[in-house]
């Protein structure tokens, strides 16, 4: 073979590696915006349970939910030592936020706000409550969901929502709407059982 032969047939072998390796790759989980209410008061409690806040006897109201899953990279691969910093509204649909202006009760003894970390095969686990709807304005509301930014290094960090299935609201709300059938199932969590069991996984895309 000539010389100019073997670099084009070698150069196309490279791309359909890179066609090949790239078919097989996951979507990542798809992004959404961080919204107004990422918390910014400092607080000392933030492990993987949400319904109890450190010191105080109380139990968040509402309905308590665990949430599994795990932290996988585009080839399906698990991610451990990943930061998952979380923050959600309390059962009423308040933020514990001081920009949450709305008239919507502060729950005392919800934690509102948790950072936590995968572990091994890129397992995580935390406890919470299933968010209230809130008011965006005088005509639409937010369909429950739970924030996420997701980080480690040599990974894209990724600012996500994760929301619950088969929410009656989910169809009426402005940013899930948006998104394709492909993408509200990765954002969405699935129900395990009848047990207030969630499985949640993410993947994230490497740098
Ligand atoms: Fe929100």
Same mark, same amino acid.
């Given at each position: 073979m000539k010389r100019r032969t073997l670099i084009k047939n070698s150069v196309l072998g490279t791309v359909a590696t890179i066609i090949a390796t790239n078919s097989h790759a996951q979507m990542s989980t798809p992004r959404e915006v961080e919204g107004p209410?990422? #918390?910014?008061t400092p607080q000392k409690d933030q492990d993987a349970d949400l319904t109890q806040v450190k010191g105080k006897t109380g139990r968040a109201r509402g309905q308590i939910i665990e949430v599994t899953g795990q932290v996988f990279d585009q080839n399906m691969n698990p991610v451990e030592d990943v930061t998952i910093d979380l923050w959600q509204a309390n059962s009423?649909?308040?933020?514990?936020? #001081?920009?949450?202006?709305?008239e919507a009760p502060i729950?005392?003894?919800?934690?509102?706000w948790a950072i936590i970390q995968s572990g091994v095969k890129g397992r995580f686990k935390f406890k919470t409550v299933i968010p209230g709807a809130y008011p965006l304005n005088s005509s639409q509301q937010r369909t429950p969901h739970i924030h996420f930014k997701i980080s480690k290094l040599g990974y894209d960090s990724l600012l996500t929502q994760m929301y619950f299935p088969d929410h009656p609201l989910n169809k009426k709300d402005g940013l899930f709407k948006r998104k394709s059938k492909e993408e509200q199932v990765m954002m969405t969590a699935k129900k395990l059982g009848d047990n207030n069991q969630y499985r949640y996984d993410i993947i994230i895309e490497k740098v």
């Amino acid at each position: 073979m000539k010389r100019r032969t073997l670099i084009k047939n070698s150069v196309l072998g490279t791309v359909a590696t890179i066609i090949a390796t790239n078919s097989h790759a996951q979507m990542s989980t798809p992004r959404e915006v961080e919204g107004p209410f990422y #918390p910014i008061t400092p607080q000392k409690d933030q492990d993987a349970d949400l319904t109890q806040v450190k010191g105080k006897t109380g139990r968040a109201r509402g309905q308590i939910i665990e949430v599994t899953g795990q932290v996988f990279d585009q080839n399906m691969n698990p991610v451990e030592d990943v930061t998952i910093d979380l923050w959600q509204a309390n059962s009423y649909g308040k933020y514990h936020h #001081p920009h949450d202006n709305s008239e919507a009760p502060i729950d005392e003894n919800f934690q509102a706000w948790a950072i936590i970390q995968s572990g091994v095969k890129g397992r995580f686990k935390f406890k919470t409550v299933i968010p209230g709807a809130y008011p965006l304005n005088s005509s639409q509301q937010r369909t429950p969901h739970i924030h996420f930014k997701i980080s480690k290094l040599g990974y894209d960090s990724l600012l996500t929502q994760m929301y619950f299935p088969d929410h009656p609201l989910n169809k009426k709300d402005g940013l899930f709407k948006r998104k394709s059938k492909e993408e509200q199932v990765m954002m969405t969590a699935k129900k395990l059982g009848d047990n207030n069991q969630y499985r949640y996984d993410i993947i994230i895309e490497k740098v």
